[in-house]
């Protein structure tokens, strides 16, 4: 089976979770402070903060930056439902907006305008397949109604400009990301004095850490907040730090594979849309298009399940959760719902073949031309 996405993991992996386990020192060691600096300087940034998760990350940002009860955060509904999970865990209310275009599925700036309320203090951006919104004209938005300018990089890890849009950014490192620690984060903040306190958060609001202290740097510690146990280990740093820096040329192999579907999809599938424009920057984190309007998505990721190909849909919008049908009633996003009908993931990965890319347009041509593919007004009639 030809996955959609697929961790590369291997001997030096496994190597650094040798050396780890020799150690005897498994969490919050040299290896989580090198992976942060590491990270942070890979993506132009000062520094960075390790955390269990981007979902963690998002949460700790919204707090640090005291976002909480009573406060509305403009969010995406075309993302993985953590974007908004980390606004409600914050105590605060997420107000959806809907994408830009069919074919740039952003939070549209339009729309984000008109869900401003009083209330409102923060957006949180999505990187959505690994393209950045606009910096200028979001850092623009964000000066002028005063808010705070969060983006959700989950997508974006080696983006050039990934997690500095705004005012802090957070990754993610889960398995089918672009590069994986199996699970963990890592969170961006402009403002020192906001990292710092992430940095706090992240570990129950204490002042010092074990290791400063059996090091001698610290006597004893004081908890100033009331914190978490967001923390990343040792473990998870040390595969982080051997994905690092593998990330460029595994993206560069990523945006060579979309470019060739690019081309192909335009030959072969004429009316299949795909997102962005052409040489977009993007960490190319995955490969959505869009169906032709009418033909049933389930029956096409059936007929190349059949071929051996293995397809998903980012995403079910979060607006029709259930859980956000009743905590947000009546949200109706007419683009991210047409967007969400007729998305279809196809396989993206640095271990496949550019042979693979033509096995795979030609089994959706293949697929879109039956006739039990299209429409069903089109269907009745002929049976
Ligand atoms: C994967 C993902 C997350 C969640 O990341 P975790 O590290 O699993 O918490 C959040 N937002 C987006 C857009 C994602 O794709």
Redesign the pocket.
């Given at each position: 089976m030809l996955l959609v996405a697929e961790p590369t993991l291997g001997e030096e992996e496994k190597a650094a979770l040798a050396a780890v386990i020799d150690s005897g020192w498994i969490t919050m060691g040299d290896r989580v402070a090198a992976f942060e600096k590491a990270f942070a300087a890979a993506h132009g940034v000062a520094d960075a903060v390790a955390v269990g998760?981007?979902?963690?990350g998002?949460h700790l940002v919204l707090e640090s930056l005291g976002i909480g009860p009573g406060d509305e955060v403009l969010v995406p509904a075309m993302?993985?439902v953590?974007?908004a999970n980390a606004v409600l865990h914050a105590g605060a209310t997420p107000v959806f907006v809907d994408i830009e275009a069919l074919d740039r599925p952003l939070m549209a700036p339009d729309d984000a305008k008109d869900k401003l309320t009083a209330r409102t203090r923060a957006v949180i951006l999505?990187d959505y397949a690994g393209t950045l919104p606009d910096p200028d004209l979001w850092r623009a938005f964000a000066a002028a109604h005063g808010l705070r300018l969060i983006e959700?990089a989950?997508?974006a890890a080696g983006a050039e400009g990934a997690g500095a849009i705004g005012d802090a950014g957070v990754f993610?490192?889960?398995g089918n990301?672009n590069m994986t620690t199996a699970?963990?984060?890592m969170v961006f903040a402009r403002d020192p004095a906001v990292l710092e306190r992430i940095r706090r958060l992240r570990g129950h609001g204490m002042t010092s850490s074990t290791r400063q202290r059996l090091s001698g740097h610290a006597q004893g510690y004081d908890v100033t907040m009331l914190g978490y146990n967001h923390r990343m280990d040792e473990l998870r740093a040390a595969v982080g730090l051997v994905q690092l820096a593998k990330l460029p040329a595994w993206n560069a192999k990523r945006r060579a594979l979309t470019e060739a579907y690019r081309q192909r999809l335009r030959r072969a599938c004429p009316d299949v849309l795909v997102p962005f424009a052409d040489n977009q920057p993007s960490s190319n984190h995955i490969l959505p298009v869009l169906l032709p309007e009418g033909a049933d998505r389930e029956t096409v990721m059936d007929a190349l399940r059949a071929d051996g190909i293995q397809t998903s849909v980012h995403y079910a919008p979060v607006h029709l959760f259930t859980l956000y049908r009743e905590r947000c009633p009546d949200v109706a996003l007419p683009l991210t719902e047409e967007f969400a009908r007729r998305e279809l993931t196809l396989p993206l990965h640095p271990k496949m073949e550019d042979a693979q890319v033509d096995t795979v347009v030609q089994a959706l041509a293949d697929a879109l031309s039956r006739a039990d593919v299209r429409g069903v007004a089109e269907l009745e009639g002929s049976e």
């Amino acid at each position: 089976m030809l996955l959609v996405a697929e961790p590369t993991l291997g001997e030096e992996e496994k190597a650094a979770l040798a050396a780890v386990i020799d150690s005897g020192w498994i969490t919050m060691g040299d290896r989580v402070a090198a992976f942060e600096k590491a990270f942070a300087a890979a993506h132009g940034v000062a520094d960075a903060v390790a955390v269990g998760s981007c979902t963690a990350g998002l949460h700790l940002v919204l707090e640090s930056l005291g976002i909480g009860p009573g406060d509305e955060v403009l969010v995406p509904a075309m993302t993985f439902v953590a974007t908004a999970n980390a606004v409600l865990h914050a105590g605060a209310t997420p107000v959806f907006v809907d994408i830009e275009a069919l074919d740039r599925p952003l939070m549209a700036p339009d729309d984000a305008k008109d869900k401003l309320t009083a209330r409102t203090r923060a957006v949180i951006l999505v990187d959505y397949a690994g393209t950045l919104p606009d910096p200028d004209l979001w850092r623009a938005f964000a000066a002028a109604h005063g808010l705070r300018l969060i983006e959700d990089a989950a997508h974006a890890a080696g983006a050039e400009g990934a997690g500095a849009i705004g005012d802090a950014g957070v990754f993610s490192f889960y398995g089918n990301k672009n590069m994986t620690t199996a699970e963990g984060g890592m969170v961006f903040a402009r403002d020192p004095a906001v990292l710092e306190r992430i940095r706090r958060l992240r570990g129950h609001g204490m002042t010092s850490s074990t290791r400063q202290r059996l090091s001698g740097h610290a006597q004893g510690y004081d908890v100033t907040m009331l914190g978490y146990n967001h923390r990343m280990d040792e473990l998870r740093a040390a595969v982080g730090l051997v994905q690092l820096a593998k990330l460029p040329a595994w993206n560069a192999k990523r945006r060579a594979l979309t470019e060739a579907y690019r081309q192909r999809l335009r030959r072969a599938c004429p009316d299949v849309l795909v997102p962005f424009a052409d040489n977009q920057p993007s960490s190319n984190h995955i490969l959505p298009v869009l169906l032709p309007e009418g033909a049933d998505r389930e029956t096409v990721m059936d007929a190349l399940r059949a071929d051996g190909i293995q397809t998903s849909v980012h995403y079910a919008p979060v607006h029709l959760f259930t859980l956000y049908r009743e905590r947000c009633p009546d949200v109706a996003l007419p683009l991210t719902e047409e967007f969400a009908r007729r998305e279809l993931t196809l396989p993206l990965h640095p271990k496949m073949e550019d042979a693979q890319v033509d096995t795979v347009v030609q089994a959706l041509a293949d697929a879109l031309s039956r006739a039990d593919v299209r429409g069903v007004a089109e269907l009745e009639g002929s049976e």
